[in-house]
């Protein structure tokens, strides 16, 4: 939390200066004796005053962070009135002891009833004005701090839309498809209308689990088959996805189908190329398996997948884990809760 106004050093050496003249004036124009003012303005009873609103600002902050510290009242009403008649209390004791003190052994003679209690109700709204000073900054901090948060949330549900919304549309994918589909209409009639079933049934699966936190893993498969047909549609693609998964887990809706496109698209794209991919299980993760030869430009690399990182992270404790060989690359990634 930033550091309220009271407690900045700047504040507290000039506040007592400005109110303590204030002090003084006031308690000049109530006494009737405006021509001290001429005569002798920086006086020993400037000085006193000045220094009397040090200690009653120095006291009511102290107070304050008192109050902050021991929370031991629910109601925040009661709390605030507990806190101006503590400071009251004080003030009126610190102001009483030290007027009397400097009327007797500066001034001598004893001090009056009538100056005690000018004395007294001066400082004491000097004290509530200090308190509620305080409070009405910090009253204006906490909105400013919810409305930054507020923001903070929107801007964050904004950018997981956004993120969802390129989980479900990818438009690389989707512009090459077209572009052999362009291809297809002209060539074979029968291959573009599979071709057209394989890129909805994907979509249609991507846009549906949008909603969705977990889907079976064989669900998942499912659409994978479809992805692979639709890679061995496109111009130079060799593409066989090797199902070797027989239990039935819960899985990120899209991760698995997110992780090969990856793959698929990283790979050098030729026609003598024959890219295989394996998913096998063990005890606790989904492997993904294949002979790597990468593009020269877009490496692999584990750091592509942050966000499908992340949403695993919040479900299993667990990591999403690569490695690899010379010829080979094994990603591994976490089952989530088994479905019975």
Do not use: W
Request: hydrophobic share 45%; charged share 20%.
């Amino acid at each position: 939390m930033k550091r309220l106004f009271i407690h900045h050093p700047l504040f507290r050496l000039l506040s007592p200066v400005f109110s303590g003249v204030i002090v003084y004036l006031l308690i000049i124009l109530f006494s009737n004796d405006v021509g001290q003012l001429q005569e002798q303005f920086l006086g020993e009873d400037l000085y006193v005053c000045i220094g009397l609103s040090y200690v009653i600002q120095e006291v009511s902050r102290l107070l304050i962070v008192l109050f902050k510290k021991l929370p031991i009242y629910k109601s925040n009403i009661t709390t605030i009135v507990l806190q101006v008649l503590f400071s009251i209390a004080l003030t009126i004791g610190l102001v009483t002891m030290s007027i009397s003190l400097y009327y007797k052994y500066i001034v001598g003679f004893s001090v009056t009833s009538d100056d005690l209690f000018m004395f007294n109700s001066v400082f004491s709204v000097i004290s509530i004005i200090y308190i509620l000073l305080y409070l009405s900054h910090l009253y204006l901090y906490k909105m400013n701090s919810d409305k930054l948060k507020l923001e903070e949330q929107i801007k964050q549900h904004i950018e997981e839309d956004f993120y969802e919304f390129k989980k479900g549309i990818n438009p690389e994918l989707l512009f090459e498809s077209f572009e052999a589909l362009l291809v297809l209409t002209q060539n074979s009639q029968d291959k573009a209308d599979d071709f057209i079933d394989y890129l909805a049934t994907i979509y249609r699966y991507l846009l549906s689990s949008r909603e969705k936190q977990l889907v079976s893993v064989l669900e998942e498969l499912k659409v994978l088959s479809e992805f692979e047909k639709l890679m061995n549609s496109l111009p130079y693609r060799s593409v066989h996805i090797q199902q070797k998964i027989t239990s039935d887990f819960l899985v990120v809706p899209g991760s698995l189908l997110s992780i090969i496109e990856k793959i698929v698209k990283e790979t050098i794209v030729s026609k003598d190329i024959h890219l295989l991919i394996t998913l096998s299980e063990e005890e606790t993760h989904v492997v993904l398996n294949y002979e790597y030869q990468d593009k020269i430009q877009t490496r692999f690399n584990i750091d592509q997948f942050e966000e499908i990182i992340h949403v695993y992270e919040i479900y299993s404790t667990l990591k999403i884990d690569l490695k690899e060989t010379e010829t080979e690359r094994s990603l591994y990634i976490p089952k989530l809760l088994t479905k019975p």
